[in-house]
């Protein structure tokens, strides 16, 4: 059974760089067919798509992120990776990571982690 | 960027009702919409994708239909455990995938 674990620290200072890692089990990451993807939701409201990643390292970026948001992934350890730089308050949330189909017309997400609370706060 | 609109954004029902959602897209994105419910301190669990699948586990009591713009999730029988937040997201045009502002269905 597939399973996704964020990890990463709870408590990021403004203008510092949130780092988060999901680690996949029960599944290789390297499997064709999906996209690791991120999403965060503020306390008490609602979902925003971060950005998705192939195996590959290919990534697609939600706009209104892009400029200070990287994805990566790590095959060998099967896990990837979300960078957010220059945090604000705005950018506390607890933060998914999700996976979804890479064939167009299917990419609804079907396995979700957890969620991690980062909290971004002097 | 295709924006969603989710209806109402509370929505008291007595268990064993019906529960209707709506969600809206601001331009057409043919059957590509999934719905999910959250319960809180949980993540998102995937109910319906294409507009009208169930997916896999999710009871018959839940429902989707809808294509275009206009969609409709419907609990036929509401259950103690389906008091939660629901959203729709769209997948037919990305980046960005978006989600709709969810609905609170809560016990009358």
């Known amino acids: 059974q597939l399973q996704l674990q964020e990890s990463g620290p709870g408590l990021v200072k403004p203008s510092e760089t949130l780092s988060l890692t999901c680690t996949v089990s029960?599944?290789?990451?390297?499997?064709?067919?999906?996209?690791w993807g991120w999403i965060r939701q503020p306390p008490g409201k609602g979902l925003e798509w971060i950005g998705s990643i192939y195996y590959t390292g290919s990534t697609y970026y939600n706009p209104s992120l892009k400029s200070r948001v990287t994805i990566s992934v790590d095959t060998s350890k099967n896990q990837f990776s979300l960078k957010v730089s220059s945090v604000t308050a705005a950018d506390t949330a607890v933060y998914y990571c999700?996976?979804?189909?890479?064939?167009?017309?299917?990419?609804?997400?079907?396995?979700w982690g957890q969620g991690a609370l980062v909290t971004v706060s002097s | 960027e295709i924006v969603m609109t989710q209806s109402p954004a509370t929505l008291s029902v007595s268990p064993g009702e019906r529960a209707t959602l709506s969600c809206r897209a601001s331009?057409?994105?043919?059957?590509?919409l999934a719905w999910y419910q959250q319960k809180p301190g949980q993540a998102p669990r995937l109910l319906i994708y294409g507009a009208s699948t169930r997916a896999t586990g999710i009871p018959a009591r839940f429902s989707g239909s809808g294509s275009g713009t206009e969609f409709t999730l419907t609990i036929s029988s509401l259950q103690s455990e389906d008091f939660a937040v629901y959203y729709c997201q769209q997948y037919n045009n990305w980046p960005p995938l978006t989600f709709g502002g969810g609905t609170k269905v809560e016990i009358k």
């Open positions: 999700a996976r979804h189909s890479e064939y167009s017309n299917s990419y609804y997400f079907d396995s």
């Open positions: 331009q057409s994105i043919s059957s590509n």
């Open positions: 029960g599944g290789s990451i390297s499997r064709s067919s999906f996209f």
